[in-house]
């Protein structure tokens, strides 16, 4: 799943995994002399009868969660209405609890199923189906990993924590020229070297939505002669760089040569590691081979690419810097500028670089604002880039990526490469901490929570990004490289005070959400400013950083240029059609993350403070 940050209302019911299941039902009750029947009275005191119903909850609900709930919205907000449902499924638990003009109806899930909850006022009746399953929360990949001979099968197997999950397990290899891997986890053995194959969890294909995807890993070694990396980087801070001539089933004798030693010159004519140097002032591609010599005189060679750059930039961060764009959801998507079609195909490109081929293994989306300020940079040609921005990642998700041990199955890093392209980088662009804000507002948060525990919680979370901040940078600026952190701007700036609601797409439900969700984008926006300070003070502070105000620029455009910024539109935003089609066809106007012009807005801020001369 590709969901980041946005407290917007498309984002309570699409991005957080809200399923909008309500319909009409002439269906009869079901009989209160059934053993699971299970009934709330909501207002049970009151004669007035509900003009309009309707019901909201996740249309899948995972068996191991302690609480879920149904909302029930209908208006006059004093009218009486019976929410009931016949089921062993869930137990109804707690009293009904009434939350910015609407009602929780809590249930706790007991076992894997299905049920239906019924809700009537008078003759207005309504009906919502939910699941109860096992959603993945882990994978652990087992088999055998002892070395295999090219042309050899192996098979895996994948767990998923719990065993009975409706997840959709998918396979790859991190690459194919090494070892290829089937939908059934039958690994073929293709030509000697290293792969890293993942088996990724995922409910997305089950039709049920909400929930990120989960990915274990299993390292591959095909027997024979090759070398430790396939893609080695010089430049004018890390002048040296050391790759290992790997024997595996083999032995003999390996010799090295360079293409080309204006570019790059090897430390030994021999041995099975050997050190690269960086010519000062070269750039351009060339290649380090080596043979080895068999004791019966028979040779094999092995090759690396050596990309040769005066300077090296490293990009880290969350989907900002990783240029994601959401996807509409379906065909009935009429603006095409909000939909980003090349820039969805630029995203996904970017996260599969490492699966399925090496073709582009260090492929950087090119509409992200890192690559885009990359090309503006007047050294452009001079510069390497490479990006380990991901989606959704917090500063403990970053904290966890810079340790020495640290490997990551989604994009299939070795141990301990994020901190070595650190200490290689002579600059680094960092987009972090939104989602460490931001993602609570999101989903059933937005019906269950009330605004006390949005600003406790945003509080709290506050305190545990300053802590992990410092860690970050203290990290990152050791390593001597220009840290250029940004500011983390509003998604809400057009949402706010007083939103617009057409007539044509009025209701109550609308009204009150809207109402509340202004509310909480308050509350979210006055600690994002404390953590702006935070971040601005950090940088002063630290000769190694430099402060990138991108928020002062995107949060004060005018409202119709900051929609144009991001994924935003909320005129666009039709409650009836989305009910309608829920899961078919309508795009998610309300998602906060940068248009192509968006990034082009970050990356023009960040080059105002940029310097080529480390």
Not at 196 to 214: F, K, N, Q, R, Y
Not at 330 to 339: L, P, Q, R, S, T
């Amino acid at each position: 799943m590709k969901r980041l940050f946005s407290a917007l209302f498309a984002a309570a019911f699409v991005l957080g995994g809200i399923a909008l299941a309500g319909c009409d039902s002439g269906a009869n009750s079901p009989s209160q002399s059934i053993n699971n029947f299970q009934q709330r009275v909501l207002n049970p005191n009151s004669a007035d009868v509900a003009a309009g119903l309707e019901l909201f909850a996740d249309a899948d609900v995972s068996v191991a969660e302690p609480l879920a709930a149904v909302n029930a919205s209908f208006s006059p907000a004093t009218a009486q209405v019976k929410v009931w449902a016949e089921t062993d499924v869930v137990s109804f638990v707690e009293d009904p609890e009434e939350i910015e003009g609407s009602w929780l109806v809590k249930f706790k899930p007991k076992r894997q199923g299905a049920f239906t909850i019924y809700a009537q006022s008078g003759y207005v009746k309504k009906t919502i189906t939910i699941k109860v399953s096992a959603k993945a929360a882990s994978v652990e990949i087992s088999g055998n990993s002892e070395p295999i001979d090219p042309g050899k099968k192996i098979r895996l197997t994948a767990k998923t924590n719990p065993p009975d999950s409706i997840s959709t397990i998918t396979w790859a290899s991190s690459d194919d020229s090494v070892a290829t891997v089937d939908q059934n986890g039958n690994v073929t053995a293709v030509a000697p070297g290293e792969a890293v194959i993942t088996a990724t969890a995922s409910d997305e294909d089950s039709g049920v939505g909400g929930s990120l995807p989960v990915t274990g890993r299993f390292d591959v070694t095909v027997k024979g002669f090759f070398l430790s990396e396939k893609y080695i980087y010089l430049c004018n801070k890390d002048v040296c760089d050391e790759v290992e001539a790997k024997l595996v089933g083999v032995d003999g004798e390996v010799s090295w040569t360079s293409s080309n030693t204006n570019l790059f010159t090897v430390a030994n004519a021999s041995g099975l590691k050997n050190k690269l140097y960086y010519k000062p002032g070269a750039q351009g591609e060339g290649t380090l081979t080596a043979t080895l010599t068999t004791s019966s005189g028979e040779t094999k060679t092995a090759a690396a690419t050596v990309i040769v750059a005066k300077y090296y930039m490293l990009a880290l961060g969350d989907s900002i810097a990783a240029g994601y764009a959401p996807k509409p959801m379906g065909g009935k998507a009429k603006d095409e500028d909000m939909a980003e079609q090349d820039m969805i195909a630029a995203y996904e490109k970017y996260m599969n670089r490492r699966k399925g081929g090496v073709a582009d293994p260090n492929y950087v989306n090119e509409f992200s604002y890192p690559a885009v300020l990359k090309g503006n940079l007047s050294e452009a040609t001079n510069i390497t880039l490479q990006s380990y921005a991901r989606t959704g990642d917090q500063t403990k998700d970053l904290l966890a990526k810079l340790g020495p041990n640290y490997s990551d199955a989604e994009i299939a890093t070795k141990k301990g490469e994020i901190l070595e392209a650190v200490r290689q980088a002579d600059y680094i662009t960092l987009c972090i901490g939104a989602n460490d804000i931001l993602q609570r507002a999101t989903g059933i948060n937005i019906f269950m929570k009330d605004l006390n525990w949005f600003r406790d919680t945003f509080k709290s979370d506050l305190e545990k990004f300053k802590a992990n901040f410092d860690t970050i940078l203290g990290t990152l600026a050791d390593n001597g490289a220009t840290v250029y952190v940004m500011s983390v701007y509003s998604p809400y700036h057009y949402f706010t005070g007083n939103p617009p609601i057409p007539d044509s797409q009025y209701t109550p439900l609308y009204e009150a959400t809207t109402k509340k969700i202004v509310a909480i984008n308050g509350i979210a926006e006055g600690f994002l400013g404390q953590l702006n300070d935070y971040i601005s003070d950090k940088a002063a502070a630290n000769p190694y950083v430099e402060y990138v105000d991108v928020a002062s620029v995107i949060n004060t455009v005018l409202r119709d240029t900051h929609k144009k910024l991001i994924h935003a539109d909320p005129e666009k935003f039709n409650l009836d059609a989305l009910v309608s089609t829920f899961g078919q066809t309508i795009p998610i106007w309300f998602d906060p993350h940068p248009t192509k012009a968006g990034a082009v807005k970050i990356a023009d801020t960040y080059k105002g403070k940029f310097t080529t001369t480390p």
